[in-house]
């Protein structure tokens, strides 16, 4: 009888610790892309990054073709539609949501620009500040720009 009780109790447990460990593998660390908020808010922070992008003067050299062309009845150019669409997609992807990138591999992209260290750095500033006016929190703003960041030597000097 003894023998029976113990083993009803070591099973209970068993069961216990089995259900806690579910629940700690149930409440794994949100994605970098949840923690920014989503679609929606990385939309809203390539609108405004596009935006500083367009008034930075470094950026001016290789924007400007971009930005000068217009698309119908004055709207954004489709170019600029494909670029805006093709970086929610990109920082999607690459901080763990469902997006999937299909625009060009980072060297094609940038072959023939020449862009140098200091124009990248610039262009991650505008980064850097899209993200701080959206406030969002030093560790998500860190860990994109680092992801970002790690792009440096397929875009700089091709
Ligand atoms: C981490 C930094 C960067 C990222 C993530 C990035 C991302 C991209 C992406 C996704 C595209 C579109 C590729 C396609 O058409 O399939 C693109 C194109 C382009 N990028 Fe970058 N880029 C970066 C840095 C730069 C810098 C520093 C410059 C200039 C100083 C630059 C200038 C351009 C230009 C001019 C285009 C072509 C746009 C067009 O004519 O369609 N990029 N980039």
Redesign the pocket.
Known sequence: MKLVKISMLALVLGMMMTSCKEEEEMVATPTLYERLGGVNAISAVVDEFIGRVAANP??K???Q??LTEVGEKGAASP??I??RQ??ID?IGEASGGPQK?M??D?V???KG?N??EV??N???GN?SGALDKFSVPATEKNELLTV??S??PS??GK
Do not use: C
Request: charged share 15%; glycine share 6%; no cysteine.
């Open positions: 470094d950026m050299r290789t924007f073709p971009l170019k600029l494909a670029l093709n970086l990109q990138y625009g060009k980072m094609t992209a940038h620009m862009i140098t124009e990248f610039s262009l991650a980064l970002i960041g792009l440096k875009i700089v």
